[in-house]
Structures are given as C-alpha cells and as structure tokens.
C-alpha cells in the first residue's frame, strides 16, 4: 500500500536560516507522481511542485529546491533564506498512476515555524 | 484562470443534522475527489467521481455519500452528523480522469458541528 512519512512535526528556525523538510514514501508501482503542498494558516492547499518517478532531476525554483532520489525513496525539500511567509504546515503527497483518477496520499505533515 | 469552487465555506450543524456540500471544478475538468482533513490531520481521501461515475472510494463512512451530476459539479451529503465529522473538506478537480496526475484543490468548506 502507499504511504507518506513525514518524520518531522514541527520545526521551528530563525528567518535566514535554510530549512529541510524529509519526505520518505512508499509504493509498489514503478510510476508514481509525488507532490508537495504548502497550507498556510488560513487552510487553503497550496500546490508547489509534482515530480513524476522517472524524473530524478532536482529542481530550483527560486528560494525552493526539492531533491527527488529514487534509490532511498525520499523527496526531500528544502527553503533556503527562510521568510516568515514560509511558516506554513507542508504536505507530501504520493499519486500511484492507473486507470481512471488517482487518489492522493499525504503525509502527516510538517509545521515549519519561522521566526523574525 | 477559474479554479474551483467549493459552498459553502463555512458550515455551523449540530450533532444528528445533515449537510450538504458543493464543489464546482475548473470548467472541463472531469474528475472530482473530495478529501476530508480534521484538526491537526493530514487530508484523507473520501471518494472521487470521473465523467459522474464513482471511481474510487476512500474511508467514506456509510452516513455520507456524494455524487457528479450532468454539469460535473458533485455534491457531498452528510446525514447524523457526529462531533468527530468536524472538519476541513477539500474538494479538488483534475482533467482527463486524473491522467494529468494534477489535482487543483478548492478552497475548502470547514464544517463544525456541535
């Protein structure tokens, strides 16, 4: 069966710092899209990024960076020069392809707590 | 660009009441899921519906049920309400059955019941 773990509940830095969220999950399907979202305080599901499990490339996007490595099944991301816009809870999230539509799985979540 | 669109945003029941929830998706989309998160909780996956036929269903208890009528909207009820149905509900929508693995989320209705 799918699972997310995300063994981090809580991290807690000093703006400025870099930060590293761990996502560690599993699957039995070779094709898989995996995903992370950022809830910010008011609730709504904010989409950052989908990776897809024959993509191993990292990818930057501005202060974001995710390092996707199939060998340890781990999707990790990371926030470099942390904001206090950044506090948020984040989610990873696992999609197994098939036919028809595919479910989400997410993780338990990370509460990422910047302060000034 | 249209995103989805999910009424109410703010529900208020009491225990034993029933609920009704709308989700609009993007226009074209054909595939909705609903997810329900409790406090402090990750999302959990209720059931989803493509081209208005169930095609997929999560722990959805027995007292809810949903379905996606001719306009693609879905509609989530929920009858005896418990303490423990309070919660954020998302509903996401996605094209072509999911296959562009993208799932846009609505803004959620965060259901409370006393």
């Known amino acids: 069966a799918q699972k997310v773990t995300q063994a981090q509940t809580e991290i807690s830095v000093v703006e400025k710092e870099d930060v590293t969220l761990d996502c560690v999950y599993e699957?039995?399907?070779?094709?898989?899209?995996l995903f992370w979202y950022k809830q910010p305080p008011s609730g709504e599901l904010v989409f950052l990024i989908r990776?897809?499990?024959?993509?191993?490339q990292n990818e930057i996007s501005g202060r974001y960076s995710w390092n996707f490595q199939k060998s340890t099944s781990s999707f990790n991301f990371t926030i470099t020069a942390s904001q206090v816009v950044d506090s948020a809870v984040y989610f990873c999230?696992?999609?197994?392809?098939?036919?028809?539509?595919?479910?989400?799985?997410f993780g338990q979540g990370t509460r990422l707590t910047i302060n000034p | 660009a249209a995103g989805v669109i999910q009424s109410p945003r703010h529900l208020i029941k009491e225990k034993r009441e029933t609920a009704t929830l709308k989700c609009y998706p993007i226009?074209?989309?054909?595939?909705v899921y609903w997810y329900q998160q409790g406090p402090g909780q990750d999302p959990q996956f209720l059931i989803s519906?493509?081209?208005?036929?169930?095609?997929d269903k999560g722990s959805i208890p027995d007292r809810f049920s949903a379905q996606q009528f001719s306009d693609y909207h879905s509609e989530l009820n929920m009858s005896s309400l418990e303490l423990g149905d309070s919660a954020l509900y998302f509903c996401?929508?996605?094209?072509?059955?999911?296959?562009?693995?993208?799932?846009?989320f609505g803004p959620g209705t965060r259901l409370t019941v006393t």
């Open positions: 996401a929508s996605s094209l072509e059955g999911g296959s562009s693995y993208e799932q846009y």
């Open positions: 699957t039995r399907d070779t094709t898989y899209y």
């Open positions: 990776r897809n499990s024959f993509d191993e």
């Open positions: 999230a696992l999609s197994e392809v098939a036919q028809g539509a595919q479910k989400l799985v």
């Open positions: 226009p074209r989309h054909d595939t």
């Open positions: 519906f493509y081209e208005k036929m169930q095609s």
